[in-house]
């Protein structure tokens, strides 16, 4: 895990609201993220950007950038996602990777964007991806908009408000028997590892909000895609 230092700038540059979720970021184990570790061998490394926003009036407009993938993209299709994808052999590293992907997905200016740590790697089991979220402050926010339609089809930015809304929070089934946490926000539903993880971080950084964890739902069979197996 990464941790302030001289390679991440320090959580003072940081909003009062995005401080919790640093603070919780430095201490988190993998397990609390997710129940798919990786394996001791095998799976293609790869890294999402955990990108946070505002529109200049604090918490109140703070958002998270996701993306709708293409609906005939070969894994994951249709589904919303953190920009990111595999790390490649010019990559330095995960946190290069997660910035490459995004620009390359939502033509983002990285100028703008201040890393601030990383979460442990989690594994994604029907892709085979070893994957690395990244954590960064939208310090200067830029336009976002669909670079290459065959990979994604839509771009957000996803107020938190909406995300936190009880109303806006239930679970899904798999066909396959995966249950998980959901969220139908800015159009989207957000669901598998990118609803996991997002539902995992905002319980650890102290803002969830109470909300009925009884009521599950099918996923609709338009949201399954291509997909064969459970997240």
Do not use: C
Request: hydrophobic share 45%.
């Amino acid at each position: 895990m990464t941790t302030p230092g001289a390679d991440v700038p320090a959580y003072d540059d940081l909003p009062d609201w995005l401080r919790p979720l640093a603070t919780a970021a430095v201490h988190v184990r993998p397990e609390q993220l997710s129940r798919f570790l990786p394996p001791d061998e095998g799976g293609r490394e790869s890294a999402v950007l955990m990108l946070f926003g505002e529109d200049g009036s604090g918490w109140a407009g703070a958002d998270v950038l996701l993306i709708q993938r293409a609906h005939d993209m070969r894994s994951h299709a249709g589904q919303a996602a953190f920009p990111g994808g595999a790390v490649d052999d010019e990559d330095e590293d995960v946190v290069a990777a997660a910035l490459r992907e995004a620009v390359e997905e939502t033509g983002l200016d990285p100028a703008g964007v201040q890393v601030f740590g990383t979460l442990p790697a989690l594994f994604l089991p029907p892709s085979g991806f070893v994957v690395t979220p990244v954590l960064a402050w939208w310090r200067e926010p830029s336009e976002v908009s669909v670079v290459d339609p065959r990979e994604v089809a839509s771009v957000h930015r996803v107020p938190l408000a909406e995300l936190l809304d009880p109303a806006n929070r239930f679970r899904v089934q798999h066909p396959s028997g995966y249950v998980g946490a959901a969220f139908d926000a800015a159009g989207l539903l957000v669901w598998g590892f990118t609803a996991g993880l997002l539902d995992r971080m905002l319980r650890l950084a102290g803002w969830e909000q109470p909300w009925d964890q009884s009521d599950l739902r099918d996923l609709p069979a338009e949201a399954l895609g291509r997909e064969a197996g459970a997240r």
